[in-house]
């Protein structure tokens, strides 16, 4: 089972990358990117709330009954796949990320460092995707955080008067109405420019984080879960509609899977900071406010020395 499950993991985050970098080759007439990926999450979720019902209505029967439905399922899933336009999976003229940049050291031959190899990635990149990038590691540092944090917390410290269990399942219920909230959100910001989403949503994980790190109560963390969902389902929107709209389809899907390890380890190490700090409720939140606002200035940055560039480069 757990080779199964692993391989289940490896291919769903194949197929968000596979899904997200097609967007722009199906997009409808009169439909903005951050609407047709806010459709496509408004299906995903469609899809695990009668999934999971089915999946238990079966399981009665027997518990291997839930895996041969998933196999049906992923059956018929294939089958459509293979049915859409051949446009989705063509590569014709698919470049390596590499290519978007010189890699050689100027003034002579040879390989760059690795360094410098990925540093040249960087620069190659669209300022706007660079802002957006930088927002959504923010975003994915407080989910990591949050998660593994508030888990221990509430086993060693639970807040006076309630069950650790039933604050823990609060938070994480009050986060999974923000993702379902930001996809509704994102679908009803569709004219909006999804850089300025982005950037609003990361303005409000640090107000939410350091809003619980001053005044820690049950409900500055139910705001702080549900503010931590809707801002990571609309970072995640934007910065999939800044990839589409401003990446060439030559080297789409190949930003979208260095963006998705990017945001992977920005999580990683967002729970290895809740892990790694004192249980203390205002010390642990107000790290990872000033984190977020470390990374809000960092992108502030980026986007004014990218404005400066290009009125250089306009001279």
């Known amino acids: 089972m757990f080779p199964a499950a692993l391989g289940c993991l490896v291919a769903s985050k194949a197929y968000g990358v596979t899904r997200t970098a097609a967007v722009p080759r199906l997009l409808p007439p009169g439909f903005s990117l951050v609407n047709a990926n806010s459709r496509s999450a408004l299906a995903g979720v469609a899809g695990m709330a009668i999934g999971g019902g089915l999946a ?7 518990p291997e009954w839930s895996l041969r439905l998933a196999f049906a399922i992923y059956v018929v899933g294939t089958v459509l796949a293979i049915r859409l336009p051949g446009r989705v999976d063509s ?3 698919e470049r390596h990320l590499d290519d978007t940049a010189p890699l050689a050291p100027p003034g002579g031959g040879g390989a760059a460092s690795p360094v410098r190899r990925w540093r040249d990635r960087i ?3 669209p300022n706007a995707v660079l802002v957006s990038q930088c927002c959504a590691v923010g975003a994915r540092l407080l989910t990591g955080f949050l998660t593994l944090f508030m888990a221990f917390l509430m086993r060693e410290h639970p807040i006076p008067g309630y069950s650790g269990t039933l604050v823990l399942a609060l938070v994480v219920g009050a986060a999974g109405a923000g993702n379902a909230l930001g996809t509704v959100l994102g679908n009803a910001l569709r004219r909006r420019r999804p850089d300025v989403i982005i950037s609003v949503a990361l303005l409000c994980d640090v107000v939410a984080a350091c809003a619980t790190a001053a005044l820690y109560s049950l409900g500055t963390l139910l705001v702080l879960g549900l503010v931590a969902g809707l801002s990571a389902q609309l970072v995640t929107l934007g910065t999939q509609a800044v990839v589409q709209r401003d990446i060439v389809e030559a080297v789409r ?8 390890t990017l945001l992977q380890t920005a999580w990683v190490v967002g729970g290895a900071i809740g ?5 203390v409720p205002r010390l642990g939140f107000g790290v990872i406010g ?3 606002l470390l990374v809000l200035l960092a992108s502030v940055r980026i986007r004014v020395a990218g404005r400066r560039r290009a009125r250089a480069h306009a001279r």
């Open 56 to 62: 238990g209505a079966v399981a009665r029967i027997g």
């Open 275 to 279: 892990i790694s700090l004192p249980l």
């Open 123 to 125: 620069a190659a990149l």
């Open 91 to 93: 590569n014709a003229g």
């Open 290 to 292: 000033g984190l977020l």
């Open 253 to 260: 899907t190949r930003v979208f899977a260095w963006s998705e």
